[in-house]
Each structure stands twice: as C-alpha cells, then as structure tokens.
C-alpha cells in the first residue's frame, strides 16, 4: 500500500526520557469555560462559593460541549471575561486555592451498566481529545454507523512533544485498559494502536503486551509528519480513504488519541474528572525542558517558572507543536485541556516571504495532494471556482506546504484564509 | 505589566531553511563542470563571454526593478542562473555586444517585463537564443574546432548535427560526443559535464528527473523508430543542456511529475521533427520554448489527484 507524502522534520524529542514531573499547586488558577470546540459551558459557581477538586464549575446545555471542573479546592474570587488565543470570548472562572485539595463529594466511580451510561460517563468526566484538536470524546464515541476498528492515536508526530510518549511509558495499564474498555463498551471488534517509527521502546513494550490479545494490533507508522493527521493516520494504518464531507466513522472508523484513552480509563476507576494535564514543556528559552503535570488553569507564567524559564527573555510562545501549535499572545493565559506542549524561544526571526519559484516542492509534500502554489495564485485574485476546484476545502493545515517554501510563502496561511472564501453549505 | 511583547504568527512556526538563492546556488554549482569542459575546448574566451552575459543580466535585473520601483532581486542570484545559461547557449566567437542584447531580452524582456521571477510563461535564456538566433544568423553559426585556440587547424567548424546532414562529412566519433570535442555551443557540447551536473542537481533534489528523462528518451526511441542513429541524436546538440538545465526550470515548466512527463516527451517530439524536416538542423531550443507556451494548459490537465476527493457537482 503506498503511503502518503510527509516530510522529515528533526524530531528534538528533548524530553522524551523525562518522566512526568507533578507541577506544585499554584496559588490561583484561571479555568476558562471554552477551551476547546463546542459550545461554551456556563459557570455554575459564583464569586466567594467554596470549591472542591472534581466539582463541576461550568456545564451546557448542547450536546456538543463538554463540563468543565475544578482541579484544587479553595475558593471562587471571581467570574469573569476571558479571550483565548483565536479571539472568541467566554467566561472565565478565578479560583484562589486553599492548598488542601479536598476532593468533591461528586467525585466517585460512574456506574457504567450498557452503552448509553459509557457515553454518558464520558461525557461527565469532561474529556475531549487531548492530543490538541479537543474534539468532545463522547460525540465521537457515539456514531451513527457501525464501527470495527478503533484507532489510538499514538503517533506524536510534532517535534518536540513527548506527552503522549511518556504515557504511553508510565501508563501502560491505563493504555491498554482503556483500549479493552472502549472495545468492549462500543462493542468494536479490532484495535489498532498507531506509532510512529521514531518509538521504538514503546512500539516494543506494546508488541509485547498485545501479543496474547489478537484483537488488539500495534502499528509502525513511517516517520514522516504528518503521520498523527486524522486522514493520515486511517489511511497508513487500514488502507480506508475518509472521503470529502466524511466522518472516520463513515468508513467504521473511531480515531481516540492515547492519553484521551488512558484517561477515560482512569476516569471509569476513579471518577476523577479531567482536571490535570500534561505537558512538555521546550524551546531554547527553557532552562529545564521536561514533562510535567498541572492543573488545568495554571498560569504559562508560572509553568514556564517551575522548568526554570526566564519569562522576560521569551519572544516566542507556541501552545502545542511548531508545526500546528498556535502563537500565545500573553503569558499569563492558563493551561488548558487541550494544552500538550509550550514551547518558548528567545528569538524567531521571520524571514522575508518572496515571489513563488513554482518549484513544487508544496505539491510533493502535500499528504492530502493539494497544490498550495495554485491555490495561492488563486486566493491572490479571488478565484473561487477554482479554489473550489483545487479543492482548498480539504486542506488540514499541517504545515509542511509553508515549511519547505524556498520562498517562505505562508501557503499554509493562505488556505485557511481561501477556505472562508469558499461558499458555506 | 507586559515586560516582553511576545511575537505572533499563523503556524507553522518551523521551517527548513533552504532558500531561493540556495537553490539557484545549486544550479550554478551544477553548471561549472560545463563551464569548465568550454574553456578547455574552446579556450579562455569562454570565460569572458561567460562573465559578460552574468554581469549583463545582474545589472539588467538590478537597473529593471530600480526603474520598475520594486525591490531589488539580485540577491536571490537567479539572474547569474539565466546568464550563466544564456552563456553555455552561444557559440565561443560570438562579439560580445551581441551577448549583451541577449542577456537584456532575456531579462528585460522576458523575465522581468511579466513580473520577475516565477512569473515569466518561456525560458529567459532559451528565447534570448532564439532571439539572437534569428537576428545574427551568421555570428550565431560561427562555430569554431575544439582546440582550434591551440591548434593551427581551421578555425571554421561545423556542429555534429550539421555534419550529419551534409553527405560524405567525417562524422565525430560517439566519445568524442561525449566528451564534447566537437563544434557547438561552448556550454552545450560536453554531454559528460552536463550529466554530472544534473545528477548532482537530482541527488540533491533542486531537480526532479522526470522532465530530463522522458525528454531524452523520448527523442532516443523516436529517432530509433525514425531511422536516425539514436545515440548520435541524443548526444550531439543541446539536448543534455536542455533536458537537465532548462526542461527543469521551474517557472516555465509544469509542477506536477505527470506534467513534467509530458513536457519532457513534447520536447523530445518537437526536437526531432525540427532536426529530420526543419530547415534548422537543431531544434532543442524550439522544442522547449513551444512547450514553455503549452505548459499551462499541460498543468490543467495534469493536477494531482486530491486525496478523498469528491468530483464537483456538474
């Protein structure tokens, strides 16, 4: 079977023999009531209540949202306004933490008795795809087509990150617990759990630890980013096309990302909602890169702070990989759900972006074979036609089209902007 | 508060950091072999000439964006390409006035009058030959012995293709071909330097093969079919420069590898029919500016196939 395109990056997995450091409590933690897609949740707490870890601080309505919960216990000092890095706005709950870490009555085992009360659960402890995209788990647990293979995302294709890796390491009953429980409530027959070359001790400890279990299949994937790209990783590991317009599950497909697994298997356990993360923590500006975990609402500030980071020399701020990670504006913005790395750089220098050599170097690592040099020309005179017939819609924003330009043209940038030019269905 | 301003850009924020000029570096790196095998077998003028056509475009392109009030480009060093390439296309005794009105159609008029670099629809040095070729028919064809500049032979010549036409002509031998010590252009007859040069531009992937190949075996097999000598055919001429130098320029050739094929065959195609019934007796330089016109609607045809795509509704 022919792989898709993908490019070498250099992978500088720094991290990847540092074991999950616990961050100490922060005095004040700001959680965010929107931190991933789906509908905002609504406080439900108000200035001076008094919170436990577990509780539930934030909910809604809408099925395509997740609650939101409180990872110390302390007391409310206020609710308020909070604009994320993409610019939306929603409400923002400030804890001041009391360092006693009282746990909420709420927090206990969820019975579990069929499907319907899996997903419900689910959908309770707050999980959403911790591999950075934050899609709502219980909405892609519940398809409406039938499903025989599950995909767990292990791939961590970005330089840098070592989250997933490290849980893979240290989790390993929770991986694999959380695989056994998912098949088993959804009643999928295969497991296929998918890793990038550049692994080898976990693709072994894996192979190791499935070898009795037929069900469940490790997966070498090529080291070539963008291997973790939902449309990649279905097709380099079962040979399905998720065609335009498709879900995964439209060709019986459910892709979970490894550390989402793990911890809904914990979730089941113990009843503890998803409240802490974690996180590599990288980049030139940081004195001790490693992986930590924190409560979810610390501030990057004092992340950085604890991996011994001279705050006033970081010029550069990345939530997430270099590759798809988004800019941080300010320091002071809290980890959130979806936080798996920060990276910090005393520089970058932004080099001069000039005409297009039509080299096609864009086209040759495109995974999804788009032409970002004509859709380039196309967006620059705002051909929508032929954006729609260069199929721009399709284009995932992975970034390899912007990384190897000669010219340093943003292509990766111009197809997000030619996708809101496109006509909404 | 805000002790650092923190600096704010769309993903990805990596890059490799090969260049522009990096790659036009590559190129001029992979035509010094050429250059060399001239000045061995034409003398040191070939080095003069070579220098005027460089110095003429660096100075056409630096004058043209000044007074077109853009920003100045020579930094990107693809005009040393283009004269560089425009210099391996002439015959060694050509006055150096004349290389200097190719060097400006070729930048001036070709390149920098539809937009500058990438933005040019035919090769700048392979019309500014065209150009000359039609203009000074006679100082175009003045083609001198290898080694006449140290031999007291004859200095007049004649190209292998020429000879091949004319009856009862002392044809050059094959390695004699290959090793470029025949009369031509001073970068185009050395088919051993142009080779290396391209290998060294494929392995490092400033080049992809699929142009130079389909080109050149094109034009073997149908010479075969045709009656000519193959090899013969492939050696003598511009054909190596050609397919590895300007069948592989980026602007005026299409994107896709199935294009790519296809122009490479087109220019195999053009060649031979111009060189077995054209009044020329070489036509590399035709084949590859008519297919330089044919590229756009070569890319239409030959767009990659989007992975999962649905066809658009009719």
Known sequence: MKKLNGIKLSHRKNTENCAVADMPLPSVVRIPMSMHMGAPCTPLVKAGDLVAVGQKIGDCEAAFSTPVHSGVSGKVKSVGEYRNAMGNVSKLIEIETDGEQRVSEEVKPPEVTDKESFIRAVRESGACGLGGAGFPTHIKLSPKTEIDTLIINAAECEPYITADYRELIESQEAVIGGIRLIKSQLGIKNAKLAIEANKPEAIKKYTELTADDASIEVITLPSAYPQGAEKVIIYNSTGRIVKEGELPSDEGVIVLNVSTTAFIYRYIQTGMPLVTRNLTVDGNAVGEPKNIRCVIGTSFREVLEYCKTDVSRVRKLIAGGPMMGMSVPDVDMPVVKTSNALLAFTSYDERKTSACIRCGRCVRVCPLGLMPADIDRAYKIRNIEELKALKVNLCMNCGSCTFVCPANRKLAETNQLAKMLLPRK | ?314
């Open chain 2, 1 to 314: 508060m805000s002790e650092n301003k923190l600096i704010i850009s769309p993903s990805p924020h990596d890059e490799n950091y090969l260049k522009t000029s990096h790659i036009m570096l590559h190129v001029i790196i992979a035509l010094l072999p050429a250059l060399v095998a001239g000045c061995v077998i034409f003398g040191l003028r070939a080095l003069a000439l070579t220098a005027v056509c460089i110095v003429s475009c660096v100075v056409f392109e630096y004058l043209c964006r000044r007074l077109m009030k853009r920003e100045n480009t020579t930094g990107d060093l693809s005009a040393v390409v283009t004269g560089l390439i425009l210099a391996m296309n002439l015959p060694v005794t050509l006055p150096l006035w004349i290389a200097v009105i190719g060097s400006f159609v070729a930048i001036v008029i070709v390149k920098q009058l539809f937009g500058g670099l990438g933005q040019n629809f035919a090769n700048p040095a392979i019309t500014a030959r065209i150009v000359l070729m039609v203009s000074f028919p006679a100082a175009m064809t003045n083609w001198v012995n290898a080694f006449a500049y140290i031999s007291a032979d004859a200095v007049s010549s004649a190209t292998p293709l020429v000879l091949a036409g004319t009856e009862n002509a002392e044809l050059p031998t094959y390695l004699q071909l290959f090793l470029g010590t025949t009369g031509g252009c001073l970068g185009e007859t050395c088919a051993l330097a142009l080779l290396a040069g391209g290998i060294f531009l494929a392995a490092r992937k400033i080049i992809s093969l699929a142009a130079p190949l389909s080109f050149i075996g094109s034009l073997f097999l149908l010479s075969l079919i045709a009656g000519a000598d193959p090899l013969y055919q492939i050696l003598s001429g511009g054909v190596f420069l050609g397919a590895f130098f300007m069948a592989t320029d980026y602007a005026t050739t299409p994107i896709t590898t199935k294009g790519r094929i296809v122009f490479g065959i087109g220019c195999g195609v053009i060649t031979l029919v111009i060189r077995q019934f054209g009044s020329y007796p070489e036509g590399v330089s035709f084949s590859i500016l008519l297919m330089n016109v044919l590229t756009p609607y070569i890319e239409v045809l030959t767009r990659t196939r989007v992975f999962g795509a649905k066809e658009a509704e009719k």
